[in-house]
């Protein structure tokens, strides 16, 4: 009578470790796509410098680009919706990983081991909320609602810009966000360099700190700058 054995098709825990990895893949390029964003929109920021013209120009040299290929305004929308669906493929991950690690951690021994991932991992959930409640209000200011509290004009981008910045505590909440948005690029790149396979030797791991550390610092720096200057008054109607 012949017999059979069976073995199992997979490791125990091997679908849900590809699972994870493909989460933390989708939030590497989710973004990567935010990165690319933010350095292009601190470049138009940083057309304050260059005056009213110059910035209102750019402004309108976005809602015009691509005509008349494209509709007015159709490029900003094509990027809105990339933009949503990152976030929404960001987000979703984020909380799927989370939920994962928080169930994973299931004794005080493993919690105290990995207490600097711990403390790394909670920056990256309440920076992400941070930053996530930060966009909301900062669409309302500029984009959706277009409040200006100084009860001034809304459809003059530049005067906007610098009514905006010339009240002290939306220039103290616009610089807490963008330290918040630092930490997050300086831990999400590294994160995302080690999810891609970029940091397998000790050069490359150096290298990606380096990477991480300095776009961070430039892109929350960049940012920095126009709302400093005009509470300053260096830059001014």
Do not use: C
Request: net charge positive; charged share 10%.
């Amino acid at each position: 009578m012949a017999t059979t054995t069976q073995t199992p098709a997979l490791v125990k825990g091997a679908r849900a470790s590809r699972s994870t990895i493909a989460l933390k893949i989708l939030m590497a390029l989710s973004g990567l796509i935010f990165i690319g964003f933010v350095l292009v929109h601190m470049y138009g920021n940083l057309k304050a410098f260059g005056g009213h013209d110059s910035f209102n120009e750019y402004a309108h040299h976005l809602r015009t680009f691509g005509e008349p290929m494209l509709p007015y305004s159709g490029l900003l929308w094509i990027i809105r919706v990339v933009l949503l669906g990152a976030l929404v493929v960001h987000v979703g991950a984020g909380v799927a990983l989370w939920r994962r690690a928080k169930k994973a951690r299931t004794t005080k021994y493993v919690v105290k081991k990995n207490k600097g991932s711990t403390f790394a991992s909670r920056m990256m959930r309440w920076g992400g909320v941070t930053l996530l409640l930060f966009i909301i209000w900062h669409l309302l200011n500029f984009t959706v609602g277009k409040v200006n509290v100084t009860g001034g004009e809304t459809n003059d981008p530049y005067n906007l810009l610098v009514d905006s910045f010339s009240t002290w505590w939306l220039t103290l909440i616009y610089l807490v966000a963008m330290a918040m948005l630092g930490a997050h690029l300086h831990h999400g790149i590294w994160s995302a360099a080690q999810t891609l396979g970029h940091t397998g030797t000790a050069a490359a791991r150096a290298r990606w700190r380096t990477v991480a550390f300095v776009t961070a610092l430039i892109i929350s720096i960049g940012f920095s700058v126009v709302p400093v200057a005009v509470l300053a008054g260096v830059i001014s109607k």
